[in-house]
């Protein structure tokens, strides 16, 4: 059964700062790995989809990476700005995490 | 294009009585999922479908039933509606599973009393 765990669940960080953002899954045996965000009471915009077999995808000043033989993903987020906070949610396959709240403090 | 679409958005209902979320795609997507999300559990797969006529259950399956006579649309019922169905109830849709992007609806926020 899959599993999937995001850390650190909150996050508050200055304007203009990078940050990482983690994902970790207990079966490597995925399709893919999406990223995605999440507005108080709205729904879930995808952010960047990574297919099994593929490493790394990249849209804009966001970078998300797979390593499928750790369990793990991460979503790098360059140059914050307040815009940037919401929750970030990973989802492997048909399982998601519990999300990320990130707050970017002008 | 519209995307997923939900309907309704809010809901309120006394125990025991039923109702139907409907969830419609644009896309001539196979796949559609019905999700719900509570405070810090994240999304819980309710029932998904591979296809026209076509449903699975996912991981919290008790409780709702589903039905997939168009492609198009994708319902999910409450025969008997308990305090614990309290949540934001998702769908999405996707072309196929393996390797391809999950689109979701705006949600549907249903309250039990």
């Known amino acids: 059964k899959q599993e999937v765990t995001q850390i650190p669940a909150a996050l508050s960080v200055p304007e203009g700062e990078n940050l990482v953002l983690n994902c970790s899954f207990t079966?490597?045996?995925?399709?893919?790995l999406q990223w995605f965000r999440q507005d108080p009471g709205k729904g879930l915009t995808s952010l960047l989809l990574i297919q099994s077999s593929q490493r790394e995808q990249t849209s804009g000043r966001l970078n998300a990476s797979l390593d499928k033989s750790s369990g793990r993903s991460t979503l790098y987020i360059a140059a914050s700005q307040p815009g940037d906070s919401a929750t970030y949610l990973c989802?492997?396959?048909?399982?998601f995490g519990a999300g990320t709240r990130l707050t970017v403090k002008p | 294009n519209a995307g997923v679409t939900q309907t309704p958005k809010f809901r309120v209902l006394k125990t025991g009585q039923s109702m139907t979320l409907l969830c419609a795609q644009d896309?001539?997507?196979?796949?559609m999922y019905w999700y719900r999300q509570d405070p810090g559990m994240g999304l819980r797969l309710i029932h998904y479908s591979v296809g026209e006529g076509t449903t699975a259950k996912g991981e919290v399956p008790d409780g709702y039933n589903v039905s997939r006579l168009k492609k198009q649309n994708f319902l999910l019922g409450l025969e008997s509606a308990a305090p614990s169905q309290t949540s934001v109830y998702f769908c999405?849709?996707?072309?196929?599973?393996?390797?391809?992007?999950?689109?979701f609806g705006p949600g549907t926020r249903l309250t039990v009393l």
């Open positions: 079966d490597s045996a995925i399709y893919n």
């Open positions: 999405a849709s996707s072309y196929w599973e393996g390797g391809d992007e999950q689109f």
């Open positions: 989802g492997a396959d048909m399982r």
């Open positions: 896309m001539n997507h196979e796949y």
